[in-house]
T-cell receptor, first 113, second 114 residues
Framework: DAKTTQPPSMDCAEGRAANLPCNHS???????VYWYRQIHSQGPQYIIH???NNETNEMASLIITEDRKSSTLILPHATLRDTAVYYC??????????????FGEGTQLTVNP | DVKVTQSSRYLVKRTGEKVFLECVQD?????MFWYRQDPGLGLRLIYF???????EKGDIPEGYSVSREKKERFSLILESASTNQTSMYLC?????????????FGSGTRLTVV
């Protein structure tokens, strides 16, 4: 799997947009960008994924650059409950037998009141 | 709602004890995983299994073993617990041929070895 690089920490004011960057310059053509987050003392939770087009769901938006070498996860109106570690991962779309999900260090997002 | 259930939320064991961490999923997933998470080290893969009775070593298998006798259950075993195995343990599952966003994690077991 391609390696990703994320800033170790970010702060955001409650109610403002949180923009979390991720670099994945070695991404290959069949790899998608996935975002998970982990709230303190819980298991990681899937947020969103995308290939090359921008994606939006009820939790977040994902903006992928045209060359696919970087992406940004956007939480449009951050709340205190969005304080978590956010992981950016690049993986093929379909899971295969014997493959595995590995995580980097992620970005600790702290939403301040 | 699909679930991965870990048997204990908190566990305290003594050094040298044999420890079993249990994980059950109700999604009929073939793949199951055990991770441990430590401050500053992130999530590290211990073992995974892609079928009943099959297992593969992850990045840090030393001191651990696993058992997958039934598809829905994946057990992590600490043969002789040591203090450096104090950690948060997370179980996850996914399905081959399924989308990678199908990884589902349990809530974790915080193990303290004293």
């Amino acid at each position: 799997d391609a390696k990703t690089t994320q800033p170790p920490s970010m702060d955001c004011a409650e109610g403002r947009a949180a923009n979390l960057p991720c670099n994945h310059s070695t991404i290959s053509g069949n790899e998608y960008v996935y975002w998970y987050r982990q709230i303190h003392s819980q298991g990681p939770q899937y947020i969103i994924h995308g290939l090359k087009n921008n994606e939006t769901n009820e939790m977040a938006s994902l903006i992928i650059t045209e060359d696919r070498k970087s992406s940004t996860l956007i939480l449009p109106h951050a709340t205190l409950r969005d304080t978590a570690v956010y992981y950016c991962i690049v993986r093929p779309l379909l899971e295969t037998s014997g493959s595995r999900l590995t995580f980097g260090e992620g970005t600790q997002l702290t939403v301040n009141p | 709602d699909v679930k991965v259930t870990q048997s204990s939320r908190y566990l305290v064991k003594r050094t040298g004890e044999k420890v079993f961490l249990e994980c059950v999923q109700d999604m009929d997933h073939e793949n199951m995983f055990w991770y441990r998470q430590d401050p500053g080290l992130g999530l590290r893969l211990i073992y995974f299994s892609y079928d009943v009775k099959m297992k593969e070593k992850g990045d840090i298998p030393e001191g651990y073993s696993v058992s997958r006798e039934k598809k829905e259950r994946f057990s992590l075993i600490l043969e002789s617990a040591s203090t450096n195995q104090t950690s948060m343990y997370l179980c996850a599952s996914s399905s081959p041929g399924g989308f990678n966003y199908g990884y589902t994690f349990g809530s974790g077991t915080r193990l303290t070895v004293v």
